[in-house]
């Protein structure tokens, strides 16, 4: 006779219990994003065989006073290493103290067939509308200025941003050219990378150059940056990219989880 009382108890405390507030759940720890450093990503355009062609923002574009720069590699396909360097800033902790693009991979297409020429065999640093010169070989610049879309690609990125420096990475020469618009922030360069200073002429004249259009169209300074046939690929991830950020004064930050 008891069941009754003891199935009325059980429900009543069945009551309870559901009216009862839920145990606040315990908070999900931070999940750090992919990249932190990256603040915004542009598609330039596609190579000939499709590829996308990415320039990835990083550092305080909104911050007064700060330079804006450019960094681009693999304009060579057969010259892969110093992408490297712009990975790893891509991949690391935030940057502070510049407005920053990045470019690692200029040829993808280059790149993906370990050629030095794009799908169509232009040399893309032969195909920029300053002093163009039809060249055949090795240099085959295109058959006029400008034919190349990843040349049109990167050309209206650079009118779009024009940053007040742009440094194009490349191998196997070494060295940091000097003989270019601005002497005194070539050798600065040279130095803060820890790489001789040396004249890239072409062996006469340079036609149609990226870096020659540029420092002819804009106010800006381009810079050519050789490394060695083989560096290290641990010094260019390392190394490097803080000696990169050195130039203009910029450095990269450290992550805390801690803050909202």
């Known amino acids: 006779?008891?069941?009754p009382r003891l199935?009325?108890?059980?429900?009543?405390?069945?009551?309870?219990?559901?009216s009862a507030p839920a145990a606040p759940a315990a908070a999900p720890e931070r999940a750090a994003p992919e990249r932190p450093a990256v603040v915004g990503k542009r598609v330039l355009g596609t190579s000939a065989q499709d590829r996308d062609i990415v320039a990835w923002r990083l550092g305080e574009p909104d911050r007064p006073g700060v330079p804006t720069v450019v960094l681009i590699s693999t304009m060579h396909g057969d010259e892969p290493a110093t992408r490297h360097i712009l990975t790893a800033l891509r991949d690391g902790p935030p940057v502070v103290g510049v407005d920053l693009w990045i470019v690692p991979t200029y040829n993808p297409d280059g790149l993906a067939a370990g050629t030095r020429r794009s799908a169509r065999g232009v040399d893309l640093n032969r195909n920029y509308p300053y002093k163009w010169a039809d060249l055949d070989g090795r240099y085959e610049s295109g058959p006029k200025a400008a034919s190349g879309p990843e040349t049109k690609a990167m050309m209206g990125f650079l009118a779009d941003v024009r940053p007040d420096y742009l440094l194009s990475f490349h191998q196997p020469l070494h060295g940091v050219d000097t003989d270019t618009k601005r002497p005194r922030f070539a050798r600065k360069v040279a130095r803060h990378l820890g790489l001789p200073r040396k004249t890239f002429d072409c062996g006469g004249v340079c036609h149609g150059t990226m870096t020659g259009w540029?420092?002819?169209?804009?106010?800006?300074?381009?810079?050519?940056?050789?490394?060695?046939?083989?560096?290290?690929?641990?010094?260019?991830?390392t190394v490097v990219p803080d000696q990169v950020l050195?130039?203009?004064?910029?450095?990269?930050?450290?992550?805390?989880?801690?803050?909202?």
């Open 7 to 18: 199935l009325t108890a059980v429900a009543g405390l069945a009551l309870v219990l559901a």
């Open 214 to 237: 540029f420092n002819h169209r804009f106010k800006g300074a381009a810079l050519t940056v050789e490394y060695a046939a083989k560096p290290s690929r641990r010094r260019l991830r």
């Open 1 to 3: 006779m008891r069941r």
């Open 246 to 260: 050195s130039i203009f004064d910029a450095y990269r930050g450290h992550l805390d989880w801690g803050q909202p």
